[in-house]
């Protein structure tokens, strides 16, 4: 999503982007259910679009869930929320990192939760679980 502009106060930081109006894949599954086997890899493609844009450039999402997914008025998917990836990723270190991510554990590779580093697999493993969900109806597999 493009930054149309940003502004500071005394206490906090803003960045508006663009609204988009389509609400989140979350949300949707909730009023709809499953979606049609058509409709799932529509948007896994266009995920998996993002995802390579976002690795090629040295950038792992690291927080990829139903609710970080919007649709735009065209029924196009947008990645939303950015607050736990790391970028800067390059080549020597083939796209590896340990820190620990404070984000939604039900979507986190099991490599995560170990001391030792991770790359840009979690956001495949994280599409897994997301396309799981899009294709049950949002159950998620280690949610009672």
Not at 122 to 143: A, F, N, Q
């Amino acid at each position: 999503m493009p930054l149309l502009f940003a502004f500071q106060t005394n206490t906090h930081y803003y960045m508006v982007e663009e609204f988009i109006n389509g609400g989140e894949v979350f949300t949707l599954l909730q009023k709809k259910g499953r979606f049609s086997d058509k409709r799932v890899r529509f948007y896994t493609a266009e995920i998996i679009c993002a995802l390579e844009y976002l690795h090629t450039g040295g950038v792992m999402y690291r927080d990829l869930k139903t609710e970080n997914i919007l649709l735009d008025a065209e029924g196009h998917i947008r990645l939303t929320d950015f607050g736990v990836s790391k970028g800067e990723l390059n080549t020597r270190e083939r796209g590896r990192t340990k820190t620990m991510v404070h984000g939604t554990m039900e979507y986190m590779a099991p490599e995560m939760f170990q001391s030792e580093k991770y790359g840009f697999s979690i956001d495949w493993y994280s599409l897994g679980l997301v396309i799981y969900e899009m294709l049950t109806g949002g159950e998620h597999p280690y949610k009672n």
